[in-house]
């Protein structure tokens, strides 16, 4: 059973920037992809980011596309979430998930373990 565990969230300003970290435990954290998502109240949790099992490859939603950056340390077992240029609609609790397949994917249903989540807090 992997477990997951993200901080780094918190309150900034608009043109700000938050890094997240996930931290992985219980698995083979270099065979998995891994994923960011966000969700905010009443909509449904929405695709991020995702880096492959080597960090070569990875890919973005086009609203972050340029802002913000994942990569990943398999030596500490953990995924990063650099988000740079923030602006208020980027206000969100953010997920870390992780999948089997290590390839890239997009799709919430598609991940096998989530973490808890960690509230991003972009003022204007």
């Known amino acids: 059973q992997v477990q997951l565990v993200e901080s780094g969230g918190g309150l900034v300003q608009a043109g700000g920037s938050l890094r997240l970290s996930c931290v992985a435990s219980g698995g083979t954290f270099s065979s998995y992809a891994m994923g960011w998502f966000r969700q905010t109240p009443g909509k449904e949790r929405e695709f991020v980011a995702t880096i492959s099992w080597s960090g070569d490859n990875t890919y973005y939603a086009d609203s972050v596309k340029g802002r913000f950056t994942t990569s990943r340390d398999n030596a500490k077992n953990t995924v990063y979430l650099q988000m740079n240029s923030l602006r208020p609609e980027d206000t969100a609790v953010y997920y870390c998930?992780?999948?089997?397949?290590?390839?890239?994917?997009?799709?919430?249903?598609?991940?096998?373990?989530w973490g808890q989540g960690t509230q991003v807090t972009v003022s204007s």
């Open positions: 998930a992780a999948q089997n397949s290590g390839g890239l994917h997009i799709e919430t249903y598609e991940y096998d373990y």
